[in-house]
Each structure stands twice: as C-alpha cells, then as structure tokens.
C-alpha cells in the first residue's frame, strides 16, 4: 500500500518542465479515432454532456454517434468520462487489440463563454483559468501521462487570449489555430505568450508552407526559406502536416508522395504526421483499423515524418 501511494505521489509530482525536449518532439496520438461505446451521445441531444449529433452543417457526425472521441473538445466530459478516454487512448486496446499507447493529446484552449463550438456540436466549457489548469494537470497526473498539444487561439482571433490565471508552464508544445493558411503574426504572439514552448504551425491541405501576413518579412520567403525564417524569428520546431483524403483518395501512397514533394520544404524542421483522416472518422464513421492501417502505410513510406496525432501503431 505504501509504495502504491509513494507512486501516485510521484505521478501527480510531474512538472511538465521537466519531461525532456526528445519526449515532447516524439508525437504519437488519434484526435478522432477512438471509440468509447459508454461515452456516445443520445441523439439527437445528450442529456447529460449536451453533445450534439448533427451539426449546423446539417451533417450527423457519423464517428461521434458511434463513440469517437474529438480530443479537442475533451473539456466537455465530465471529470469521469474525462478518465475513461485518458484510459482508452494509453492502456485501452485499439486496433489489432493491442494498447494504444499513446502520449500526446491535442486540445482546444481558446474558450468563448457561453458558445457551442465545432458546429455547434459540443456545449459550452468553462473559461476560466481553474477550469484549464485542473484539465491539463488530469492529462500530465494520469497514469500513463498524457502531453497535450495546446490550441492556444480561435480562428478569429489575432491575440492569445488565455486567461490570466492560466498556468502555461502547463503547455509544453503550443499551436496557434487549426490549418490557417498564414502563420507569422500568430507565431509572434504565440511565441511571446509560451516564451519556453515547442511551436508549430499546422498547414492547411495542399498549402506546405503559410501566405504573407502583417507580420511576415519583406520580400516574403517562399518556401524552405520561410521555415528557416520562422525558426530564426519564433524558434519555431516544426509542422503538423495535414493532408486531404477528399482530394488524394484512400490509396495512402497518395499521400506519402504529397508529403514527399513537400520534404525539401519542412526539412528544416520537425514534420508531424497530423491530420490525415480526423474527418473521415469524426463525420463518416470511418474505424479505428482503417485508419490505424492507412497512417501506418503513409509512416512506413515516409520514415522522416516526427510521430502522428491520426492515429497509428506505436514503433518500441
């Protein structure tokens, strides 16, 4: 009993500060892609999370009705369901039934109070600075940890907006906004509010590097050059790559030549394979071992990619 209660202590002692800069850089993880039966809404309403099953696109969410879990909107489960998907997502057996074993999380912190986010499919949250840190810390404190990838700002935003209470020695790897197609201006102000953070840009499908902004260099560099750029001016680390299924097709040499046209752009920095079929499986209720089979394809094709967040099988 003591030496249990010696590790818990250990295991809620983490400083995230303290986890090593190869351990952050090494992103493994599925933002839509696993499936908790006990945690899928009642349509078309939950009464009890709120979570929604059509959105205001008209569209059912096909993958969240049948359980997926969209890892950016984890702040709207109850501290409980909060616990069963840090469960499934490391120890829980996944594709192949083998655990999933994964150790890094992305989530969505910029908050608006009172609105449904994500086509209006999930319920309000929580703003506040308590709110935030208790929910990171859940990540960190479980048992395996979980590293969260931090969305620090919303698509109209052009400031981090995060509240003043929020610890952000909590977020060790930031990115500012989902697949925006410019980057410099939301890269400074990023940078300047998590000074000691890992930095990503995520690029929009088919676009492997930003357009020009108010903040960007004149003449802009196109390319490679502005990766170095970035790297100069913002210490950024790397690239969360997305690609596009609706345009490339299923077949994923498809999208390992994409990612491939695009290597002596990022090969400056760290590329991530990060959005491949998020969608696919959120809103067409694409499964876990299709999509475990597809990314692992793209990975093997593609042995320089940095770690996924679209789901895959963990190399030991």
């Given at each position: ?24 850089a ?18 078309p309403?939950?009464?009890?999370t ?15 009705v049948a359980?997926a879990?969209?890892t ?32 890094h999380?992305?989530?969505?912190l ?8 994500y ?16 929910l ?7 048992a ?5 990838v ?17 610890d ?5 790897i ?34 492997p590097?930003?357009k ?6 004149s ?5 490679r050059?502005?990766?170095?750029h ?55 209720g694409?499964?876990?071992a ?17 770690g ?9």
């Amino acid at each position: 009993m003591a030496r249990a209660l010696l590790a818990a202590v250990l295991v809620a002692a983490l400083d995230p500060r303290s986890i090593p800069v190869e351990t952050l850089a090494r992103v493994a993880g599925d933002v839509s892609g696993v499936r908790i039966a006990a945690l899928a809404p009642k349509c078309p309403e939950d009464p009890t999370t709120h979570i929604r099953c059509a959105g205001d696109n008209g569209a059912t969410a096909r993958g969240l009705v049948a359980g997926a879990i969209f890892t950016a909107a984890i702040g709207v489960y109850p501290p409980a369901g909060r616990r069963q998907i840090l469960d499934a997502y490391t120890s829980g057996a996944g594709a192949g039934g083998r655990p999933r074993g994964y150790t890094h999380m992305a989530v969505h912190l910029a908050c608006k109070p009172g609105a449904r986010t994500y086509h209006e499919l999930f319920p309000p949250r929580p703003c506040d600075g308590a709110f935030l840190n208790a929910l990171l810390r859940e990540m960190y404190d479980h048992a395996p940890p979980v590293i969260p990838v931090c969305f620090v700002m919303d698509d109209d935003a052009e400031a981090v907006q995060l509240p003043a209470d929020f610890d952000r020695s909590l977020c060790r790897i930031v990115v500012p906004k989902w697949e925006f197609p410019v980057a410099d201006c939301h890269l400074k102000a990023v940078r300047a509010a998590f000074p000691d953070a890992l930095l990503y840009w995520e690029n929009p499908a088919g676009q492997p590097a930003p357009k020009p902004d108010a903040c960007s260099p004149s003449p802009f560099p196109e390319g490679r050059a502005w990766f170095q750029h970035a790297k100069t001016a913002y210490a950024l680390r790397g690239v969360l790559v997305e690609t596009d299924m609706r345009v490339l097709g299923a077949d994923p040499a498809a999208a390992a030549r994409a990612i491939e046209q695009a290597r002596e752009v990022w090969q400056d920095v760290d590329a991530v394979l990060f959005e491949t079929d998020i969608y696919q499986k959120f809103w067409d209720g694409r499964t876990e071992a299709e999509s475990v089979a597809y990314n692992d394809a793209i990975l093997q094709r593609v042995p320089w990619l940095k770690g996924f967040t679209s789901g895959g099988t963990i190399r030991r």
